[in-house]
């Protein structure tokens, strides 16, 4: 059922209760962009998800929405934002209360599936959200929208460091774990020895006898063929869930070094080895995503989680036809050298990044010089507002983490500029009293 209005309640019922007003000061930049936010928008895109009239009235669609700003802006989980929504009466004016509440308003379990139920495309309308409260409050022209920097990069996983040993231990751990919670009976677990023989092969490899590692490892693998021929033999018809799990383990067990699309995680088999050639980091586990960034100001338009390990060119077109749906179509595109080949026969001018100026035009190679300004900002999506680590479980999880980084980004942006005009303001008005103060009297 779609989330009820709050009613007008008798003024006698809350005599003992604080008005937010009076508590807030309200030239804060929170208060000025809950006036700012087109909320009417939100409850009616949002609306669509609720059944009309069944069930128990859903949480406020006001609430959620501020939840999320809120998680991706300061970088926290959702327990964290839900319990510093009590503290903060700022937070819950922005996010449509009217009394200062003492207690949580939801259980945080109540974001994710929220999140679910939204899916990409509602997070898609937050992100666009952003950009139109930008524009009304003119920190965003209209001519940073027309030329637009797009990169890739990578949104790791949050996964157990992935080496052999482990990885059958883990699938067997899970196994275990599923043939008890369905009452199956195994032949042997290997719990004990399986534990000793993971410290052994640790010990081994850090002392470099390699040929005793491989060994312990050797075993491991054996352990966890055994349990998943033992699961298959008394479970004739498996459950979803128990099919699931061993066909995984049977990916991990049957896989070889040289193998394509392998698995390197037992709950996330999703994720992907990446090697975007960086000196630090040789290898990122989790999935490539898309950027797309405004050239000047930096505002974000687009984030895109892609799986598979597609080459960058050929993930132009999803990028640029997301950013359409978000903002507009741009008239240029300024991409890097990974982009060569790309492929795009739309309307739009893309300019690939080179070595040497050449025959561009002094103005075009001013712009195509602002193409890396995307990527400090790639690294405050990262260091900043979740993009390095993502919790959130499966492909979809990686996709709606992507897009609300960006919108993370943008809404920690207006709050700044938001902040700033108010300072300029304030200035603006000392010095007027300090120059009439100061004016000579005749």
């Known amino acids: 059922m779609k989330p009820k209005k709050p009613a007008i309640k008798n003024l006698q019922q809350d005599l003992f209760r604080v008005d937010l007003s009076k508590i807030i000061d309200r030239s804060h930049s929170l208060v000025k962009l809950a006036a700012v936010v087109d909320w009417d928008q939100l409850e009616k895109v949002f609306g669509s998800t609720f059944c009309p009239d069944n069930g128990r009235p859903a949480i406020s669609t006001r609430l959620m929405v501020a939840l999320h700003y809120l998680k991706y802006t300061h ?128 010990r081994y490899a850090h002392a470099r006898q390699m040929k005793r590692a491989k060994k312990c490892t050797r075993t491991l693998k054996t352990y966890l063929g055994r349990v998943i021929r033992d699961i298959e033999r008394k479970s004739l018809e498996p459950d979803m869930n128990l099919n699931s799990l061993l066909n995984t383990s049977s990916r991990i ?84 050298m990974g982009y060569r080949g790309h492929g795009y026969n739309g309307d739009i001018d893309i300019h690939v990044d080179k070595r040497r100026r050449g025959r561009t035009a002094k103005s075009l190679w001013r712009w195509m010089k602002r193409r890396a300004a995307i990527e400090p900002g790639i690294g405050h999506l990262k260091s900043e507002h979740r993009m390095d680590r993502n919790r959130l479980k499966g492909k979809a999880g990686d996709r709606i983490n992507a897009i609300m980084s960006a919108a993370g980004m943008n809404f920690a942006k207006l709050l700044k500029w938001v902040a700033a005009f108010l300072r300029l303001i304030f200035y603006w008005f000392l010095d007027c009293q300090r120059t009439v103060f100061l004016m000579p009297r005749f």
Request: aromatic letters at 8%; proline letters at 3%.
């Open 75 to 202: 970088n926290l989980s959702d327990d964290n934002v839900v319990a510093g929504w009590v503290e903060n009466p700022y937070w819950q004016h922005f996010s449509g209360m009217k009394y200062f509440e003492h207690k949580v308003p939801i259980h945080p379990s109540s974001m994710c599936r929220w999140r679910k139920r939204i899916g990409d495309a509602g997070a898609e309308e937050l992100l666009k959200q952003t950009i139109e409260t930008g524009l009304k409050l003119k920190a965003i022209k209209q001519f940073q929208l027309k030329r637009v920097n797009v990169d890739t990069t990578v949104q790791e996983k949050e996964i157990r460091f992935s080496t052999d040993a482990r990885l059958y231990d883990r699938a067997r751990q899970r196994l275990v774990k599923a043939a008890n919670k369905r009452g199956i009976e195994l032949r042997q677990n290997y719990n004990r020895k399986s534990k000793q023989l993971l410290i052994n092969q640790s």
């Open 253 to 336: 067990y049957n896989q070889q070094r040289s193998d394509k699309n392998k698995i390197y995680s037992v709950h996330a088999p999703e994720v992907e080895c990446i090697s975007k050639g960086k000196a630090h980091k040789r290898y990122e586990f989790g999935c490539k995503v898309s950027v797309a960034a405004t050239s000047k100001g930096g505002w974000f338009l687009g984030a895109m989680a892609l799986h598979g390990n597609p080459y960058d060119g050929h993930t132009l077109s999803d990028a640029l036809a997301q950013v359409e749906r978000i903002v507009k179509p741009p008239d240029h595109v300024f991409v890097d």
